[in-house]
Nanobody, 125 residues
Framework: QVQLVESGGGLVQPGGSLLISCTAS????????LGWFRQAPGKDREFVAA????????AYAESVKGRFTISKDNAKNTVYLQMNALRSDDTAVYYC??????????????????WGQGTQVTVSS
């Protein structure tokens, strides 16, 4: 059974950058579709970005397109989310997710069957 652990969250000023990571253990990481989601206080969990197993196809929410980049390193069993030009409305708990049944990317949280515990990202001056 795959386990996911996020790291790298923290406090950053508006306009700043942050790299968060998610490392997997168990399973066959290289064959998974992977996604990042986030949940702000009082709001539903929302899709942020996703990458397919080959890492040749990605998808982004409109709100982060051009600012965030998802990538994966199969040798390290790790998926990354590079976040630039951060805004206060990016403040949320960020979760990584894996779809172990197939390697595509998906925008719906219900398509993923493994989740990390989340890492807090706070954008504030």
């Amino acid at each position: 059974q795959v386990q996911l652990v996020e790291s790298g969250g923290g406090l950053v000023q508006p306009g700043g950058s942050l790299l968060i990571s998610c490392t997997a253990s168990g399973g066959t990481f290289s064959r998974y579709g992977l996604g990042w989601f986030r949940q702000a206080p009082g709001k539903d969990r929302e899709f942020v970005a996703a990458v397919n197993w080959r890492a040749d196809s990605t998808a982004y929410a409109e709100s982060v397109k051009g600012r965030f980049t998802i990538s994966k390193d199969n040798a390290k069993n790790t998926v990354y989310l590079q976040m630039n030009a951060l805004r206060s409305d990016d403040t949320a708990v960020y979760y990584c997710a894996a779809r172990t049944a197939s390697g595509g990317w998906y925008r719906s949280s219900s398509d993923y069957d493994a989740w990390g515990q989340g890492t807090q990202v706070t954008v504030s001056s």
